[in-house]
Each structure stands twice: as structure tokens, then as C-alpha cells.
């Protein structure tokens, strides 16, 4: 047998680097673990072309010492690097670069997507040689770590056992190992694996057609053959927190957890965006099977925007995964996923999972002791949709209670619920309502219906405790844990309640559908029961830490949440577990520190009778204005800034009637922000006249500087730039007086100011400002991240300038700065801002003539204005694709498009401050 491969490229510049590399790789070679190449093995007088691309093809791991020398190779640049990385691609095969010397290594863009060595890309070079000889020991180790998982004999066509610890299955639904009539999706699944080209496989079909258990008997074929070369397998079910389309989900604790398990030291720092974009690379570092079951939850329903993702750190992490990845991403789901449809036919494809065939339907009640002619069962299944669901639920109640009679079907009430909302197998979920009445079986199902998710076995505990709740746990007091116990074992064996899973978990589990019909049942028909289980969850889950630190520590809290609103005890949930606990006593700590914005809103939704506008009426009037204004603040950071006017303008309305002025002042000036961003700019300078008034009303001094910033700044975008600069003179005479030790506009205000600065050509101001204000953002605490990245913004912009007017080639300064801000946005999560440092750079970036990653950021900058309904920003990047196409200069008709349509949604918007840069570029294509 031969040993695997490492083939090592690099320049001959850096002879001395990679023999310092082979001394240490050498020690493990000599061992046996893997054969070593460079081109020193080739003989004098050999095709040495011919032999380095036969090493190239045979390689199993290609080890990059990266360098200036490295980077400006022709043979490396032309036949090396393209070779691995169209085998890393369609193979899979593992690419190891490694930093050795100081080098521009961030502006190559198929390097920096890649996890450098040393860690973040510090060049080897850089420490002394105690340092060098420890990171390059780590990198050996690490490289003997990735070459053990290869098979030494590639003709092998066995697969090598995966650890158990790289295995996480724990959170997948268990289901019935029956499949019927699924071969040919089967072998789709297999197909998928087995094609390097294909990285995201979503399975689409509603409810109960059987979705979990094609993909949970197909990992189980793979785990049958060790995951067939998979390196680490993780599973998720989102059905865990309920799988109704219109429920406010989160896919923080996924996020968090899956962060956690592939090694991420911080798993909750960062926006959901850079979490999500982390996470997605932790996954391509090896071949991962990635199952996700259920992403309804977290898909809008469907109607206009239907299956878009809603959270935004799980969309970053498909489109990644879409984008590039070695291994698979599995996805179930009731809706198409829209955020990846301009992938499918390439990296992703649609399954779609149809209802099961005649003769499947058949083949299935046959094996569920279902009795009649082959033509009876097939009627029986088109009877009922040839719905899997429905129609194992069927077998098993006819098995059960009519000795299997197919004819006894007609004992099951028909139901007029349409047939993809699960109405075939609710008939038959009706009809064991009633066989199961008085008995414990149907207050089981009752208490899963409660939990609409998995129900832990403490949980349960709390539910049973005395004094019984009646009509619920009452009848509980006749039975013993034996009784308990086999009514528990009846369920399984009908198939309603899930098998015990293979993980020794303590929960009790079974289909979504399911829970969702006992649950409507129970708070319809009980109401009093239905209060007080949740009452009971509610004291359960909030007997946990005091000031939880991470997002898996808040899980329990938000939980709470929900239950005591279920409960109608909203003020107490809002007061103690909402404000007190999860935002730390409004420091907004989950939300600044931990970034689960998306796990807020779900919170928040449970205060509301109609999202986002009607909070239920057991709040205080403060209260209800505190989650209106709340609601819009984490609809505006999503990105979702059409939802967020509705609970904006309630709550502005509702601190008037209560001639709350401060919150008036707030609510005013926050809704004239977003007017502007949606393009609105009428009623944007309306609402922010109206903040000036109302903070003037209050009397505080930051409130009025405040506003009258947002004022300045609506003037600025309608164009009336005199009387922008007017107030915000005015606005900075406030501050001198306010806080003389920081006389002039800082944060927020001082970046609209800056802005208006630069649209007049004045860089010099903005460097001396900036420059200042980004001294004072840099001593404050975290919360003033935005800040510094505004700063940033501001500084890239105005050195962009000046190397342009100046015409010294040097954008150094300019890039560093906007790189900075970027990362600082992103990592903030401030959607409204984002477009505007990618439309910079991109700027900059077309300047230098690299117009590849200026079509990338602009692209990202209208994808994230369209999403958010951002008109300004749609608007500019329409101006700024026109200006991309006549640098290019090659795509004249595409720039007059990308023109005309800018110039008319100016026009409509009343964006006037943008009638100058219409202009100038009309004038170019005259």
C-alpha cells in the first residue's frame, strides 16, 4: 500500500523556509504517515513539467508557503495554485497555506477566503526562533492530524471509521425506520454526496410527506459505511422551538452550539452576520455532512417574500455554504429556500419530495398489519393523500382498534383542512382523540401539545407536580410509573409518540403536526389547563443562572418567556425575565454583547396579539410603548425596515398621548431615519422637524443635539444643503456648551456631518474630525463599536479623496480604514450602514482598476438594500454600477441603464443630494 501525499509548492526564494518545514515534516514521514514532494526530487535531465503535474495529481494535501516571492510566481500563479484549487473543489482535496513572509496575502482573493497558518496569517518570519520552531511544530502536527484521516491505499474503496467525537446527530428528531417508495430521492441524496460540484441539497414538501425520515434513513446508510469519507457529520432540527411558518424563530442557539462543537473558542462574539460567515468556514475546513431539518420556522410564509430566511447569521451561512463547500449541507423544509435560488441547477438543487405512490401507500399499510385486497389499499391511500403521516397513522389505528379492517376506514371522520396543512392525518389524529379519551394516552399527547417542541424530562416533572392540574395531569393520580410507562409504550408502538432515541436523552418527542393539533385542542377546549402548564414551565425555566453569560446558558430564559406569556402573565415576563435577565437590566447585554438580536424578537413576539403592532392588553401603556419601540430597534438592525414602521409609528403615537417627551423626541427622530433609508424623504424631514419640537419640549441637552442632528441630516439628502449646514452649526454650538471637553459632533452626528462634509469636497475637515473623534470612541467601553466604524468610514472616505484629487496612487490609508469599517459594520450588525462602507470600498477598489471585488461589494450592497427595502441605498448602488461600468470602460449601455434608473428613483424620492453625481456621470457618457 502507498502512504498519502504532501506535496509541498513553493518559490525558490524560499529555499530556506521550506527546509525548515521538511526537517520537522521529515520526523513524521519517517514514521510512515505520508510521502513527501518538492521539485528537489527531480532528476537532472527529466521532463520536469511532466513530473510536477503527475505529484500535483497524485497529492493528497498541497502545503502553500505563501510569500511576495510565492504570490508573483507565473508557474505557481498559472499551474499550481489553479490545479489545487480546482481539485479542492471537485475532489475535495485540502490545501494548506502558509504565511512565511510578510506579504499582501488579504488583497489575493482566493487566499484570503482560506484559514491561514500561523494563525491569522502572522508570517512565519515575523518571531524569533524559539517562535518559529513552536508554530512550525503546531503546523507538522496539524498536517499529520488531516493526513491520518486519508486511506493509505487510494484504490481502497472502504471508508475509514469516523471518531464518535466528530459526530453530532443528538439534536435530530428520532423517527420510524419504515420507508416506502423513496429508492429514487435516495439515490438523488447519494448522488449529491458523491458530486464535488453540488453543495446544498433542500429537500421541499409540507408537512408529514415524510422529510425527516428520508434523510434520517439515508445518514443511517452512510453511518453504515463510516459517512462515506466525511470528516465531521452535525445535525439540527429547528423544529425544536416549533414548526408553525409564523413563528419568530432564532437560529442563535444553533448557531452558538455548532459554533462551540467545531472549535470556536468565542462562539458567541460577533454580529449574526459575521457568526454565520465564521461558522460557514469552520465547516469548510474538512469534508462536513451538515444536516438542518426544519428550516421553516425560520423562512417567511408563504406570499410576497416567501421563504426567505428571516435570520440573518443562517442566511450568511447558506450562502457561504452555497458559495463553497467541500463536504454537503442537507436542508428539510415546507417552503423553497429563496435566498439560495440563484444557485440552484449549480452548487444546490431542489428535491422536491412528492406524496408516496399508489403502490408504496399500499406497501406501507400492508406492513403495518392493514388487511384487504391490493385494491382496497391502494383506494385507502388515495383516500387519504398518500400522505405518509397520515397514512402511518392510519395503518396503525386500523391495526389497533379494527383488527387491521381496510373497510373500517370509514369510521374516521372526514376533516375540511386543506391536504398540505396536514388534514388527512389530522382525521386521523381526531379519531384517536376519541379512542384515547379518559385514558393516560390522550393527556400525554395534551402535555407535548403544551410544549410545542421536544419535552424534557424535568419539564414534564414540573407539569406533574401537586396539586394536579385538572383535566391535564389529574388523571395521573389513578396510574403508577408502570402505568405511566406503558401508556408511553402504547403510544410508540401506534406511532405516535417518537421512538427513544439512541442518544439516552430523557425527552418525548413526536411530529410537529402532531403537537400542534393537541396543543390547539388543549388551550381550546381547557383553557384554565392550558394557563396553568404554562404557568408551571414558566417558574420551571426561570430557575436557572441569575445573569446567563452565553447564548446556551439564555435559552432557558427565553423559554421562560414564551411560556409566561402562554400563561398571560406578560408583565411579570417582560419585568423579570426580559428586561431584568436577558438584557441585564436594560444594558441590552443579549443584545450588545451576545448579538441575538433574532432571539430578542422572538421574545418580543410573544408580547404582541398581532406582530408588530397590537401588544397583548395585560401590559402597561410603558410598557407597551418600551416593546413597540424595542421591536422596531431589532426589526431596523435586521435589516427588515419595512416591518419595523408599524411598531415604530404605535409607539410614537401611544409616548404622545402619554406627553412622554423624551420618548416622543426618540420615537420622532428614529421614524424619521427610516423614512430616509426607505426612501421616504417627504415624511423623513417631517418626522425629524417633528423630534427637534419634542426634544425641545423635554429640555435635555443630548436630546437636542440629538435631533437636530437627524434633522441636519434629512436637509442634507433632499438636497437643501445650506440649511443642513446650518444646523448642524447650530447643533454643534449645542455641544460646545452642553460638554465643552468635547466641543464638537461625535458618533451618530458627527458621521452625518462628515458626510455632508465630503459631498462638499472638504477631506482635510473630515481627517482632523474624524481623526478626533475616533481617539475619544477608542477609551469608551464596547458599546461604542459603531461609533469607531462610522469613524472609519469617515476617514477611508475623506484619504480616497484626497489620493484622487491629489493623484498620488498612494490609497494605503484609504483602504485600511474602509477595510476596518466594514469589518466594524458587519460586526455591529448595522444593516442601514453596511451598503454604504461596501459602496466606498468598492469605490476604491475600482479606482485601482480591481473591478472583480468592486462588483463584489456592490453586488452585497444591493443585496442587503433590497432586502431591506432601502431606497437611498438602492439608489446609490444603481449609481455606483454605473460608474463601475464606465471605468471599465466596456459596458456603456449597461452604465446608462444603471443611470436612468437611478435619476428616476431620485427623482420620486425627492433625493435630491444626489443631483450632482447624475451629473457628472451624464456628462461622461456624452
Same mark, same amino acid.
Given at each position: ?13 524560499? $529555499? ?14 519517517? $514514521?510512515? &504517515? ?51 484549487? @480546482? ?35 502572522? +508570517? ?5 526562533? *524559539? ?134 473558542? #468565542? ?25 438542518? !431539518?426544519?428550516?421553516? +420556522? /425560520? ?17 450568511? /451561512? ?17 417552503? $423553497? ?48 393523500? %398518500?400522505?405518509? /403521516?397520515?397514512?402511518? &397513522? ?13 373497510? @373500517? ?23 384517536? #382523540? ?31 407536580? @401537586? ?33 427513544? !432515541? ?10 410537529? /403536526? ?13 383553557? #384554565?389547563?392550558?394557563?396553568?402548564? *404554562?404557568?408551571?414551565? %414558566? ?48 444594558? %441590552? ?85 427610516? *423614512? ?66 468635547? +466641543?464638537? &459632533? ?57 489620493? =484622487? ?50 462588483? =463584489? !461589494? ?7 438594500? $433590497? ?13 455606483? %454600477? ?45
Amino acid at each position: 500500500m502507498t502512504s498519502p501525499t504532501v506535496f509541498i509548492s513553493y518559490s525558490h526564494k524560499d $529555499e530556506a523556509c521550506k527546509d525548515r518545514l521538511v526537517s520537522h515534516l521529515g520526523v513524521l514521514q519517517h $514514521e510512515g &504517515l505520508f510521502d513527501l514532494w518538492d521539485d528537489r526530487r527531480i532528476g537532472a535531465g527529466e521532463d520536469w513539467e511532466k513530473e510536477i503535474e503527475e505529484a500535483m495529481a497524485n497529492a493528497n494535501v498541497a502545503i502553500l508557503l505563501v510569500s511576495a516571492d510565492f504570490l508573483t510566481s507565473k508557474f505557481i500563479r498559472g499551474t499550481e495554485v489553479p490545479t489545487f484549487l @480546482k481539485r479542492r473543489d471537485e475532489e475535495g482535496m485540502r490545501i494548506f497555506p502558509i504565511i512565511v513572509k510578510p506579504c499582501a496575502w488579504k488583497q489575493v482573493e482566493w487566499l484570503s477566503r482560506m484559514n491561514l497558518r500561523p494563525k491569522d496569517g502572522k +508570517p512565519l518570519s515575523g518571531g524569533n526562533e *524559539h517562535q518559529i520552531d513552536t508554530d512550525v511544530v503546531a503546523i507538522a502536527e496539524e498536517v499529520a492530524a488531516i493526513i491520518k484521516r486519508v486511506p493509505k491505499d487510494s484504490s481502497d474503496k472502504g471508508h475509514a471509521h469516523l471518531d464518535p467525537e466528530k459526530i453530532s446527530l443528538a439534536k435530530l428528531p428520532s423517527t420510524s425506520s419504515l420507508l416506502f417508495g423513496r429508492q429514487k430521492e435516495l439515490e438523488a441524496l447519494d448522488a449529491a454526496w458523491d458530486d464535488h460540484k453540488t453543495n446544498i441539497v433542500t429537500l421541499v414538501a409540507w408537512g408529514g410527506v415524510g422529510k425527516t425520515a428520508l434523510v434520517n434513513a439515508w445518514r443511517n446508510q452512510m453511518g453504515d459505511d463510516s459517512f462515506r469519507g466525511a470528516e465531521r457529520v452535525f445535525g439540527w432540527s429547528f423544529y425544536s422551538q416549533g414548526a408553525s411558518e409564523d413563528k419568530q424563530v432564532s437560529a442563535d442557539m444553533f448557531i452558538a452550539s455548532a459554533l462551540k462543537w467545531f472549535g470556536d473558542p #468565542e462562539p458567541d462574539e460577533g454580529s449574526p452576520w459575521e457568526k454565520g460567515e465564521r461558522l460557514a468556514d469552520f465547516i469548510k475546513k474538512q469534508k462536513t455532512l451538515l444536516i438542518l !431539518d426544519g428550516v421553516e +420556522p /425560520l423562512q417567511n410564509p408563504p406570499g410576497e417574500g416567501g421563504g426567505r430566511i428571516k435570520d440573518p447569521g443562517f442566511k450568511s /451561512l447558506l450562502r457561504e455554504m452555497a458559495n463553497h463547500n467541500p463536504g454537503l449541507c442537507v436542508i428539510t423544509t415546507r417552503l $423553497e429556500v429563496d435566498d439560495i435560488k440563484d444557485f440552484i441547477g449549480n452548487s444546490a438543487q431542489n428535491i422536491p419530495l412528492d406524496h408516496l405512490s399508489p403502490d408504496a401507500g399500499m406497501e406501507l399499510l400492508k406492513h403495518l398489519g392493514v388487511k384487504g385486497t391490493s385494491k382496497e389499499l391502494k383506494q385507502a391511500s388515495r383516500e387519504f393523500g %398518500y400522505h405518509a /403521516l397520515a397514512l402511518t &397513522l392510519l395503518g396503525s389505528y386500523l391495526t389497533v382498534v379494527y383488527d387491521g379492517d381496510v373497510r @373500517k376506514r370509514d369510521r374516521i371522520a372526514r376533516l375540511t383542512d386543506e391536504e398540505e396543512h396536514g388534514g388527512h392525518a389530522k382525521r386521523v389524529m381526531e379519531s384517536y #382523540e376519541e379512542w384515547f379519551k379518559g385514558k393516560p394516552e390522550l393527556n400525554i399527547l395534551y402535555i407535548m401539545g403544551v410544549f410545542g417542541r421536544p419535552a424534557e424530562g424535568g419539564a414534564i416533572k414540573a407539569l406533574m407536580t @401537586k396539586p394536579a392540574i385538572n383535566g391535564l395531569t389529574s388523571d395521573f393520580k389513578k396510574f403508577s410509573s408502570k402505568n405511566w410507562l406503558f401508556a408511553l409504550n402504547r403510544l410508540r408502538k401506534v406511532g405516535i409518540l417518537s421512538n427513544k !432515541d439512541a442518544f439516552g436523552s430523557d425527552k418525548l418527542d413526536c411530529h410537529p /403536526l402532531m403537537r400542534e393539533h393537541f396543543g390547539e385542542k388543549l388551550k381550546e377546549n381547557n383553557p #384554565e389547563a392550558w394557563k396553568e402548564a *404554562h404557568s408551571r414551565l %414558566y417558574e420551571y425555566y426561570k430557575k436557572t443562572k441569575e445573569f446567563p453569560d452565553t447564548i446556551e446558558e439564555m435559552a432557558p430564559l427565553y423559554a421562560a418567556v414564551a411560556h409566561g406569556c402562554e400563561a398571560e402573565r406578560h408583565q411579570e415576563a417582560l419585568n423579570e425575565v426580559y428586561w431584568y435577565r436577558i438584557q441585564k437590566r436594560g444594558e %441590552y447585554f443579549s443584545t450588545k454583547k451576545l448579538g441575538a438580536i433574532v432571539s430578542n424578537l422572538f421574545a418580543l413576539s410573544c408580547f404582541f396579539d398581532s406582530p408588530w403592532s397590537r401588544p397583548v392588553e395585560g401590559l402597561t401603556d410603558a410598557a407597551k410603548v418600551f416593546i413597540l419601540a424595542d421591536a422596531s430597534f431589532h426589526l431596523r438592525a435586521l435589516g427588515r425596515l419595512a416591518e419595523s414602521v408599524q411598531p415604530m409609528l404605535v409607539a410614537l403615537d401611544a409616548a404622545i398621548v402619554q406627553e412622554d417627551w423624551m420618548n416622543s423626541a426618540r420615537a420622532a427622530s428614529n421614524f424619521s431615519e427610516l *423614512h430616509l433609508t426607505l426612501g421616504n424623504l417627504a415624511l423623513g424631514l417631517d418626522y425629524a422637524k417633528q423630534g427637534v419640537e419634542y426634544a425641545n419640549r423635554c429640555g435635555d441637552a443630548f436630546e437636542r443635539i440629538s435631533h437636530k442632528t437627524t434633522l441636519a441630516d434629512a436637509l442634507h439628502q433632499a438636497g437643501r444643503l445650506s440649511e443642513a449646514e446650518a444646523a448642524f452649526v447650530e447643533a454643534e454650538e449645542m455641544q460646545k456648551e452642553w460638554n465643552s471637553e468635547r +466641543p464638537i &459632533l461625535d458618533s451618530l452626528g458627527g458621521f452625518r456631518y462628515c458626510d455632508l462634509l465630503l459631498s462638499q469636497r472638504e477631506y482635510r475637515k473630515v481627517l482632523a474630525r474624524a481623526g478626533q473623534t475616533l481617539g475619544w470612541n477608542k477609551t469608551l467601553e464596547w458599546d461604542s463599536l459603531l461609533s469607531i466604524a462610522l469613524d472609519h468610514l469617515s476617514l477611508g472616505r475623506a484619504h480616497l479623496l484626497q489620493t =484622487r484629487q491629489k493623484e498620488t496612487g498612494d490609497f494605503t490609508l484609504g483602504a485600511e480604514h474602509l477595510n476596518q469599517a466594514v469589518d466594524g459594520l458587519r460586526q455591529q450588525g448595522a444593516q442601514e450602514f453596511i451598503p454604504g462602507g461596501l459602496l466606498a470600498r468598492a469605490e476604491l477598489y475600482w479606482v485601482q482598476g480591481e473591478f472583480e471585488k468592486a462588483q =463584489r !461589494d456592490l453586488d452585497e450592497a444591493m443585496r442587503i438594500a $433590497e432586502h431591506g427595502s432601502m431606497g437611498l441605498q438602492k439608489a446609490d448602488c444603481h449609481l455606483e %454600477y454605473a460608474r463601475l461600468c464606465l471605468a471599465m470602460g466596456e459596458k456603456e449601455e449597461d452604465a446608462r441603464r444603471n443611470l436612468d434608473t437611478a435619476k428616476e428613483m431620485i427623482g420620486e424620492m425627492g433625493y435630491h443630494r444626489r443631483d450632482t453625481d447624475v451629473r457628472e456621470i451624464e456628462e461622461k457618457l456624452l
